[in-house]
């Protein structure tokens, strides 16, 4: 898994969400920004004072589309 950030984000689904996984596990299925940033408070990614900041290429790789990109 070296050479990837630990979040990786896949492309949409064809019946709507983005697949998540958190250092190579699956933790859900991500329906827009929110629930990313969800999947990674609960693994324990600290939050800076403005929110976690999900456009960090070092933590999440975004596949298929970038953070704004849902279906």
């Known amino acids: ?3 990837h950030p630990p979040v990786i984000v896949y492309p949409p689904s064809s019946t709507g969400g ?3 996984t958190v250092r ?3 933790v ?5 920004r929110g629930d990313v940033a ?3 408070r609960q693994a324990g990614f600290a939050e800076g004072a403005e929110g976690i900041d999900l ?3 070092e933590l999440i790789e975004w596949r298929g589309g970038d953070l704004e990109t849902w279906r």
């Open 18 to 20: 983005r697949r998540v």
């Open 38 to 40: 969800a999947f990674l």
């Open 55 to 57: 456009d960090r290429p």
């Open 24 to 26: 190579g596990r699956i």
């Open 1 to 3: 898994m070296s050479g």
């Open 28 to 32: 859900g299925t991500a329906h827009g």
